[in-house]
């Protein structure tokens, strides 16, 4: 029988100090937008000096980066996890949900974190920048389920960028109407347009 190693007390203080730090932090981003807060505005809010806040982010960026982090690593775990049987349009639309359905919990600040990422450049370049990375790693899950060269063969790379422009979709609808869409329905929505060229290109 396997156990779980224990979270050390510096590690959960570690955490806690994180946690508050990126709480404080996106509520007044989200409130003020990005440009105008400041990091000394930020340690105030959370408690904290200037000098533990760079102990975790070495700039405002990487606070809202590092919230959105996990969504990449959480997406290929589920596409790795999904049944081989399913048609890869079944699999993207369950992996590009893994991150909508964490928003369910917490939709306001999720949303609040989307708008602030669709609206300013910097965060939204650095978004797609991370996006470009966790395009590569769907496309090598992609390519093992479907017999593919993620290296030579082209459906993959496409298959995997086109799962990912279809959550932007979600995400960009999601804000625009001020979080009154589902974004699980609109998920399901983008997807039953998309799964003809993902299933079709896959057998060819």
């Not at 959370?46 to 102990?55: I, P």
């Not at 999904?82 to 999720?110: F, K, M, N, W």
Request: aromatic letters at 6%.
């Amino acid at each position: 029988m396997t156990t779980r190693p224990e979270v050390s007390l510096a590690q959960r203080k570690r955490q806690l100090v994180s946690d508050e730090l990126t709480g404080a932090a996106l509520k007044l981003l989200a409130r003020k937008g990005f440009d105008a807060v400041t990091i000394d505005e930020i340690v105030a809010a959370a408690g904290v000096s200037k000098r533990t806040f760079f102990r975790y982010f070495a700039s405002k960026e990487d606070v809202v980066i590092q919230f959105l982090a996990e969504m990449g690593t959480g997406m290929r775990a589920e596409l790795a996890g999904r049944p081989a049987q399913e048609p890869p349009s079944v699999a993207l639309r369950h992996t590009v949900r893994v991150p909508l359905d964490a928003c369910a919990g917490h939709a306001e600040q999720a949303l609040s974190v989307v708008r602030l990422v669709l609206d300013t450049p910097a965060l939204l370049a650095r978004f797609l920048e991370r996006q470009a990375q966790w395009r590569d790693g769907l496309a090598r899950e992609l390519a093992d389920r479907v017999g593919q060269d993620a290296d030579t063969d082209l459906y993959p790379y496409v298959a995997a960028g086109i799962a990912l422009s279809a959550f932007d979709a979600v995400l960009q609808r999601w804000s625009e109407s001020d979080g009154s869409e589902d974004p699980a329905a609109l998920t399901d929505r983008v997807f039953t347009v998309i799964a003809p060229a993902l299933d079709n290109s896959a057998r060819g």
